[in-house]
């Protein structure tokens, strides 16, 4: 299977079986649904497939990216462009978490979270920095404020990149290491859906992730 899903129950709620009249339970006990998503990208594209939605604007100056399956990996094939795709298939929730491998540091590329029309938080790492950029063009041009920008680290391909929203507080991790946490102080954005990213600069390099899963509840 390319793509699995997941759909959790948490937390894990023990009542006793031979009960009357079951307690009403209040909103901070029921349980919370976590769902978790996958994607591998192992088939033979180039499309990544009717799951999968290209965030776009018109009038976009950075867009619209052409996301496409090469050799089991994602790339962007159009620059200079944002190349972001979000999960559609299933109902996220606000807080939320985005992970990749990264198969090309030679320029931006990594995971987003709350894609939507209004924009998307998105990690943008590559071999010697990172980003945490809010970015939209719902305008018709290019606008975006780095919630964190220039953060001097050293990525390398294999190295799973992960980008989470709680609240308004983002967190990056480093093959499961956080190595920053921020906050949006402008609270851009409170709903959306988790994806991928890849920058095409134009010049023949495009990041490039692979490897791709997500959790919300």
Request: contains cysteine; aromatic residues 12%; hydrophobic residues 35%.
């Given at each position: 299977?390319?793509?699995?899903?997941?759909?959790?129950?948490?937390?894990?709620?023990?009542?006793?079986?031979?009960?009357?009249?079951?307690?009403?339970?209040?909103?901070?006990?029921?349980?919370?649904?976590?769902?978790?998503?996958?994607?591998?990208?192992?088939?033979?594209?180039?499309?990544?497939?009717?799951?999968?939605?290209?965030?776009?604007?018109?009038?976009?100056?950075?867009?619209?990216?052409?996301?496409?399956?090469?050799?089991?990996?994602?790339?962007?094939?159009?620059?200079?462009?944002?190349?972001?795709?979000?999960?559609?298939?299933?109902?996220?929730?606000?807080?939320?978490?985005?992970?990749?491998?990264?198969?090309?540091?030679?320029?931006?590329?990594?995971?987003?979270?709350?894609?939507?029309?209004?924009?998307?938080?998105?990690?943008?790492?590559?071999?010697?920095?990172?980003?945490?950029?809010?970015?939209?063009?719902?305008?018709?041009?290019?606008?975006?404020?780095?919630?964190?920008?220039?953060?001097?680290?050293?990525f390398a391909p294999g190295d799973v990149v992960k980008l989470s929203v709680a609240g308004n507080v983002l967190k990056i991790y480093?093959?499961?290491?956080?190595?920053?946490?921020?906050?949006?102080?402008?609270?851009?954005?409170?709903?959306?859906?988790?994806?991928?990213?890849?920058?095409?600069?134009?010049?023949?390099?495009?990041?490039?992730?692979?490897?791709?899963?997500?959790?919300?509840?």
């Open positions: 299977m390319h793509t699995s899903m997941r759909i959790l129950l948490s937390p894990i709620l023990v009542l006793a079986i031979c009960m009357a009249s079951p307690p009403r339970l209040s909103a901070s006990q029921r349980p919370v649904a976590v769902i978790c998503v996958s994607d591998n990208f192992d088939r033979s594209g180039p499309q990544l497939g009717s799951d999968w939605t290209t965030q776009n604007w018109d009038g976009d100056p950075y867009g619209p990216g052409n996301l496409l399956i090469n050799s089991n990996q994602v790339q962007n094939a159009n620059g200079p462009t944002y190349g972001v795709a979000f999960f559609n298939a299933v109902q996220w929730g606000a807080n939320q978490w985005s992970q990749v491998t990264l198969t090309n540091v030679a320029t931006w590329a990594g995971p987003t979270v709350r894609v939507s029309n209004a924009g998307y938080y998105v990690a943008l790492a590559d071999a010697s920095n990172y980003y945490i950029r809010f970015r939209t063009a719902v305008h018709g041009f290019d606008e975006f404020t780095d919630i964190a920008a220039n953060v001097q680290h050293n480093q093959n499961g290491n956080v190595i920053g946490t921020y906050t949006d102080s402008n609270n851009f954005l409170s709903t959306g859906s988790p994806g991928i990213f890849s920058w095409n600069d134009g010049n023949g390099a495009s990041g490039g992730v692979d490897n791709w899963s997500a959790c919300s509840n």
